[in-house]
């Protein structure tokens, strides 16, 4: 009789605890609510999580300084990268006792590493209490905010070269790299399976990508259309900037598509068998506030080692030999966004497949369609004059990535050579950034 008391009182509060106001102003959601803010971003990321132990902080007496260590446990050793924000302190350290910039570049990208895969932690926390709609906006923000914020930083010091190049590097690195990474890991490790996957996501985000490249290729062409570059340069920067507000119409649109409207395309498909996917009955590990109060900390601690990176990125390209397009496009890209790259490799081994290509086409599409253009239009606000014509090397390689992606995904089945064709396209791609010394836009 004790027990089945027991048992009562847990599911009642189970179920006040979803029925009934967290600190008496937030709603904790149903578990089917829960369900569709899932996406594949947050399926990739919850791969490198581990199940924090309680069992110390839980004997400490005092409600807040409880409440506070459970925090600290959940967000700082809630991850298989703990052991990278190590690199933070340091990087802090190097940078105020002039250590070196190229030390302090390279510590300051290490970093960067786990706070990219605790921000979408942190999101997904927030989203359990504010419902899928309202979680999946959060969760496309604050996607990619690591290229945003040295993008914008970038942007302040005048350094267009390596808003254009990170950008860039981005969208052919989850193209490219991220996902012929996992379709051919995902083929060696399935090779006595058929891998399939639903092909209607990787249409709708091969065109937006071609809708981005079309406004890429415009400005380039107008260039060369003209007697001269000189002459076509103030035209070139006005059609930049009304491709970039066509192209936020269209990313506005694509959110629609994707929370509203046409969700069941973009929901990451849960195995109830797989013990390292996140159940759907899981209850958020933090509060509310607790959540917001961290991404706003991890958000200004990614800003200021994004300020670290962009101010000695000349210096590590002169002490290192290696080009700033280099550096740019393909280093920052690959260290960055690592903790979300893993995670999709590791579901590739899996043959969850959607969840590969929504990590990596998701990506890309944000960064091509919302990143890009934002940062255009940013530049015109601050006074910048920043256009998108990156050159014809570098349109060249977005457009051959693009084309070569969506024939790779046509036909709605992978195999372990289309992955490797992907990764050789990278190689030359970045053997090609490593050799080119120029700057795009000159």
């Not at 803010?37 to 199940?51: C, I, P, V, W």
């Not at 786990?114 to 942190?122: D, G, I, N, Q």
């Not at 002459?231 to 509203?260: D, E, H, K, N, P």
């Not at 395309?265 to 159940?279: G, P, R």
Request: charged share 15%; glycine share 8%.
């Amino acid at each position: 009789m004790p027990e089945k008391r027991d048992s009562g009182k847990m599911a009642t509060s189970t179920t006040q605890q979803e029925a009934f106001l967290e600190n008496g102003n937030i709603k904790l959601l149903s578990r089917e609510m829960r369900h569709g803010s899932r996406t594949a971003h947050n399926m990739s990321s919850s791969s490198l999580r581990k199940k924090s132990d309680r069992a110390l902080v839980s004997k400490i007496r005092v409600g807040f300084l409880r409440m506070f260590f459970t925090n600290l446990q959940e967000v700082l050793l809630g991850t298989k990268l703990a052991v990278l924000f190590l690199a933070i302190p340091v990087a802090i350290v190097a940078q105020f006792c002039n250590f070196g910039s190229p030390w302090v570049f390279g510590l300051s990208l290490i970093g960067l590493t786990p706070l990219a895969e605790r921000v979408s932690f942190l999101t997904e926390q927030i989203a359990f209490f504010t419902g899928p709609t309202v979680g999946g906006l959060l969760n496309a923000t604050c996607g990619n905010a690591t290229e945003l914020i040295i993008a914008i930083f970038a942007l302040t010091q005048h350094k267009i070269a390596v808003v254009k190049y990170s950008l860039l590097g981005s969208v052919l690195s989850n193209l490219l790299l991220v996902l012929g990474t996992s379709l051919f890991c995902g083929g060696i490790a399935n090779m006595s399976k058929e891998q399939n996957f639903d092909r209607k996501q990787a249409d709708v985000n091969s065109l937006l990508l071609l809708l981005g490249l079309l406004c890429h290729v415009l400005p380039l062409m107008f260039k060369y259309a003209g007697k001269s570059p000189e002459l076509t340069a103030v035209g070139t920067l006005q059609l930049s900037r009304a491709s970039c507000i066509v192209m936020l119409i269209g990313y506005i649109a694509y959110l629609v598509f994707q929370l509203w409207t046409h969700r069941q395309f973009f929901e990451a498909q849960e195995d109830e068998e797989d013990d390292d996917v996140v159940a759907d009955d899981e209850s958020p590990v933090i509060g509310f506030w607790s959540a917001f109060v961290w991404l706003v900390l991890m958000t200004a601690v990614v800003a200021l080692l994004s300020e670290y990176v962009v101010g000695t990125i000349e210096a590590a390209s002169d002490t290192w030999g290696l080009s700033v397009s280099f550096i740019s496009g393909i280093l920052l890209p690959i260290v960055g966004n690592a903790a979300e790259h893993a995670g999709a490799v590791i579901f590739a081994f899996k043959n969850k497949l959607d969840i590969t290509l929504g990590v990596a086409l998701g990506s890309a599409t944000q960064i091509e369609i919302f990143v890009i253009p934002l940062c255009v239009i940013v530049s015109w606000i601050i006074g910048i004059d920043m256009d998108l014509d990156f050159n014809l090397l570098e349109t060249s390689a977005l457009a051959m990535s693009i084309l070569i992606t969506a024939f790779t995904l046509q036909d709605g089945t992978s195999h372990y050579i289309k992955g490797l064709v992907l990764l050789l396209c990278y190689a030359i791609i970045a053997a090609c950034f490593f050799v080119y010394k120029d700057s795009p836009g000159k």
